[in-house]
């Protein structure tokens, strides 16, 4: 999976610089507490005084265990207009890849964020105020974020998993989890029953698909850190004994999915080298399927035990990872699991069997979806190449989705690729995106609503809306029902991560800037005046 390093080198001489936000400012110097050496930082709180936060939680970086992005509480069509921001921070990360890129969590009134270098902020959800800040300046790529249960912060720096008190951002345990340095860590945690579940994957903001980078998913004990068992995305031998230094792949990026009956779900990312190499042309050094990239892939959550899986891509030729967070849903009598991935493809399974019931390929898609089982075949002379593949290595699903329990909302990029050789890719000046809603039950198209600029931040489905925000740095809207904007907001930056919400209170961050004018910032939007509701 390649996603920030392509961004952000497009980012300054795509578009316009954007406008930023303009708020009335008050300043609040603030200094945090605990977990290191915190530096000074400054909130900007709108004039008058803010409406009290409601109550609310979203625990996880989906908000729960079924990775759905849903919530309810009072922000709805009828009110959304009344969105108002009332505080902003700064996002300071200096990664490769931008200041940030995660969606933040909330319990109990507190805001719990990570940037891309790994540091772990504590803040106050009704004012913004840092409590604690734990630094480790560690530069991530993302999709990273935390997790919290049991009084812990659960986490990832680029090489290792951590637990943090949730009082004091004290660090209580570090397990370095990375084999070596074609190795990172991009996820946010999964946790369930006192385990804790964190994944490398092949790469980090140095290199990527290098050679033997694997994906390992490790189960940790939530108390200590001591590793409970691990479960090989890839084989150790990387599909070719003698190609282990050329090859690579697997990993998770984002959370599992958990059942109620003590099983796991991950999404798997795709096998390197792609398309392959001058020597070994159309991934030739990792013949096969290359088992269990681009899989979905159910485990038992206590032992690791294999119980079924489902490869999308076999032999995968263009990073079509399938590495979003499964969604748990159920429809009708059925219990399902949903997955989709960068090769534009929506599929639904019975979670018990894993029989497939409905697969819609969502985006644009130009001929190409075939090819990697072309190049498993040795049918070299049915791919065409040099050629623009749709889609491209931003392209297809890339960010999570989300479910209100009726409706899948599928935030989609049209962003191809040109492969000019088996190494190199050129890509465009810019793509566009799409929402698309899903008949959850059937996979039929309800609607889609198509945006000038790609979707990078998710989908959260809030009431009758569904929120995302766009590259541009566009937060959105939209009518569950129908797909029609009914409210946006310019953001202070262009952005690539999820939109929060907790009762009457929306995050929304913006951490990549185009120039001088974009301050990359995280948001508080809160409804003004009248009902808030609980």
């Not at 804790?196 to 092949?202: F, H, L, R």
């Not at 599909?239 to 697997?250: D, K, R």
């Not at 959550?301 to 990872?321: I, K």
Request: aromatic share 10%; glycine share 12%; net charge neutral.
């Amino acid at each position: 999976m390649i996603r920030y390093n392509t961004i952000l080198s497009l980012a300054c001489g795509r578009v316009k610089a954007l406008t930023a936000v303009a708020l009335p400012t008050v300043t609040w110097a603030l200094t945090g507490c605990g977990g290191g050496s915190p530096r000074q930082r400054a909130v900007t709180v709108a004039p008058g005084t803010p409406a009290k936060a409601t109550a609310g939680s979203w625990v996880s970086a989906n908000g729960g265990p079924a990775n759905r992005r849903s919530t309810g509480g009072p922000i709805d069509s009828a009110t959304v207009s009344r969105l108002e921001p009332v505080w902003t921070l700064p996002l300071e990360a200096k990664s490769t890849y931008g200041a940030y890129a995660a969606s933040p969590v909330v319990l109990g009134g507190v805001v719990y964020s990570q940037d891309l270098d790994s540091n772990v902020e504590a803040i106050s959800l009704q004012s913004g105020r840092v409590l604690w800040v734990k630094h480790y300046s560690s530069q991530d790529d993302g999709p990273n974020g935390v997790t919290v249960a049991g009084g812990r912060v659960f986490g990832a720096t680029s090489t290792a998993a951590f637990a943090l008190s949730q009082r004091t951002g004290k660090q209580l345990w570090s397990v370095p989890l990375v084999r070596n340095a074609n190795e990172g860590i991009d996820m946010a945690p999964g946790y369930r029953d006192g385990v804790v579940y964190v994944s490398t994957v092949p790469g980090n903001t140095t290199r990527f698909y290098a050679g033997d980078g694997v994906g390992i998913l490790w189960a940790l004990d939530a108390a200590t850190g001591r590793r409970l068992w691990h479960f090989d995305t890839v084989p150790e031998d990387l599909w070719a004994p003698q190609h282990v230094a050329i090859n690579s792949g697997g990993g998770v990026w984002y959370p599992p999915a958990f059942d109620e009956q003590g099983s796991m779900y991950i999404g798997v990312g795709n096998p390197g080298p792609f398309p392959g190499t001058s020597k070994y042309p159309w991934g030739s050094s990792r013949p096969g399927p290359d088992l269990y990239t681009d899989s979905l892939v159910k485990l038992d959550a206590a032992t690791g035990r294999l119980q079924w899986y489902y490869q999308l891509t076999p032999h995968d030729l263009y990073d079509w990872d399938l590495q979003d967070s499964p969604i748990l849903l159920r429809a009708g009598d059925r219990r399902t699991v949903i997955v989709a991935g960068k090769a534009g493809v929506v599929l639904s399974f019975e979670t018990q069997t894993g029989r497939l019931l409905w697969r819609r390929s969502v985006g644009l898609h130009n001929g190409h979806d075939l090819d990697s089982l072309y190049a498993m075949r040795g049918e070299y002379s049915k791919i065409h190449f040099p050629a623009t593949v749709y889609p491209g290595k931003l392209g297809g699903v890339e960010t999570p989705m989300a479910s209100d329990g009726s409706a899948l909302f599928v935030p989609v990029n049209n962003y191809p690729v040109e492969w000019i050789s088996q190494a190199e890719g050129s890509e465009p000046t810019g793509g566009d995106g799409e929402m698309v809603a899903l008949d959850a039950a059937t996979g039929a198209v309800r609607w889609i609503h198509k945006f000038p600029s790609e979707l990078y931040g998710s989908a959260t489905a809030v009431n009758d809306l569904v929120f995302t925000t766009s590259f541009e740095g566009v937060l959105y809207a939209l009518a569950a029902g129908t797909g029609k904007v009914v409210w946006q907001t310019q953001l202070p930056a262009r952005s690539n991560s999820g939109v929060t919400v907790v009762g009457n209170t929306l995050l929304a961050a913006a951490g990549v800037s185009a120039g001088a004018s974009q301050r990359p910032e995280l948001t508080a939007y809160r409804l003004a005046g009248g009902s808030t509701g609980g």
